[in-house]
Nanobody, 121 residues
Framework: QVQLVESGGGLVQAGNSLKLSCAAS????????MGWYRQAPGKQRELVAL???????NYADSVKGRFTISRDNAWNTVYLQMNNLKPEDTAVYYC???????????????WGQGTQVTVSS
């Protein structure tokens, strides 16, 4: 089994920054793409940013230039640096990882439990 544990959420004022972390643990042979998604109340979950195993990145238009995704493969961790936060960034942020398991070498997608980010105006 694989677990993803997120941290770093909280309440901040608009214009400030937060950094989210997501650490994967368990039966991990390798991790392919990792990403951050978010879900605001009454809305569907949406992609925020992705980073591949070779560190290619992709961002939602709404966060380009403000958010930066990165990863530390030695620690199976993905980060999301969020700068110049806006009230519309308020949501529960979820980590996602495509993990190839050690025993079976099968690849599955896993989700973290989510961390709340609230941006006040």
């Amino acid at each position: 089994q694989v677990q993803l544990v997120e941290s770093g959420g909280g309440l901040v004022q608009a214009g400030n920054s937060l950094k989210l972390s997501c650490a994967a643990s368990g039966s991990i042979f390798t991790i392919n793409t990792m990403g951050w998604y978010r879900q605001a109340p009454g809305k569907q979950r949406e992609l925020v940013a992705l980073i591949t195993g070779r560190s290619s990145t992709n961002y939602a238009d709404s966060v380009k230039g403000r958010f930066t995704i990165s990863r530390d493969n030695a620690w199976n961790t993905v980060y999301l640096q969020m700068n110049n936060l806006k009230p519309e960034d308020t949501a529960v942020y979820y980590c996602n990882a495509e993990v190839q398991q050690t025993a079976t070498r099968a690849t599955y997608a896993y989700w973290g439990q989510g961390t709340q980010v609230t941006v006040s105006s």
